[in-house]
């Protein structure tokens, strides 16, 4: 059985027409169902209540209407919340809330595992475990864009009053976005679906550890209203100290990554995400700040320094508050768009991946006992 979670309004018209429906028909009942899973949130084919039984049965007969269930949350006194998946084949994926001011957004995993081997990553030690279905990755945003509508618990703004959904997406969760490029873009085509949950192309964003060959995929692939933001894990200066940290730099340098944001296809007023990890000691100076500022001229950017947020595993020391601030003034002085990210949820282990690997760990502590 297929989950129809994971397929667009083309595909299920698709379906239809294969099945046998008229054309007509089938564009008319694809955005039906469509808008039953997508707006109003239905996990059982005979809930939709104006399609005809026979379609509805013959819709049970091929799919199902997968829901992901969460199996472990956690609320940090920022206001952040974490989420653990369980997925059919007992795998785990994690997925995070991050209420502001005026905001929710949402990250999103697109892996089980990384193959990235970024150093600083918690979920880098984890390995690659497998790619995450289109269904999997649209589910994360379905579940709780329900779960928020149906009340079952409420996110609050940084001033206090209750966010009503979702609006922002990040593709920044477990995993490489871009090492599952089809599945992430087909999630994409669905979550932007003026018939489904609706989001702006400017409020989702996927962001990379710098596979080339597939930014420039996607740029041709997503276009027009189906084009997202792209966020680039930069969080180095020169190539040696990348590559020393993000081993993905060895096959694709800094000077190969930057041409391809270049070419990248940015739209009017919407500028590339650079994120900057700051590494107390080792990526920090105002050295490296300068040369961020020449590798990013001419490229429409904005720079997220992020003060790490280290992890029990973790080789690297948060940087000083001085380097965080001065890192950020320098780029500041010189014109560039920066702010500083604080990590959000610390609290509850809400970097990517300590949610996961501490559920593990006391389940095999428990299994002990």
Sequence with gaps: MKSITGYRISDIEEFLISAGTPEKKARYHSRQIFKWIH???????????????????????????????????????????????????????????????????????????CAMGCKFCNTASMGLQRNLEVYEIVGQVLELSRAIEEKEFEVKSEDGPVLPRISNIVFMGMGEPLHNPENVSRAIEILLSQDGLNFSKR????????????????NERLTGEFKPNLAISLNASYDAQREAVMPVNKAFDIEALLDACRDWDVGPHRRITFEYVLLGGLNDT????????????NIPSKVNVIPYNPHPASEFARPTDKAVEEFHQHLADR???????????RD??????????????????????
Excluded: N
């Design 39 to 113: 707006q109003r949130f239905v996990t059982d084919f005979d809930q939709m209540t104006d399609l005809a039984k026979d379609l509805r049965v013959k819709l049970k007969e091929v799919f199902t209407i997968e829901k992901l269930p969460r199996s472990f949350e956690q609320l940090s006194t920022d206001g952040t919340r974490k989420f653990l998946f369980k997925l059919q084949d007992g795998k785990t994926i994690e997925s995070v809330l991050i209420p502001t001011d005026d905001r929710l957004t949402i990250c999103i995993s697109s892996q089980v595992g």
């Design 286 to 297: 105002k050295d490296d700040a300068e040369r961020v500022v020449r590798l990013l001229k």
């Design 348 to 369: 509850i282990l809400a970097a990517c991946g300590q949610l996961k690997s501490r559920v593990e760990e006391l389940a095999s502590a428990e299994a002990l006992v």
């Design 203 to 218: 409020k989702v964003t996927v962001s990379t550890s710098g596979l080339v060959p597939a930014i420039r995929k996607m």
């Design 335 to 345: 014109g560039m768009s920066a702010m500083i990210r604080y990590s959000r949820g």
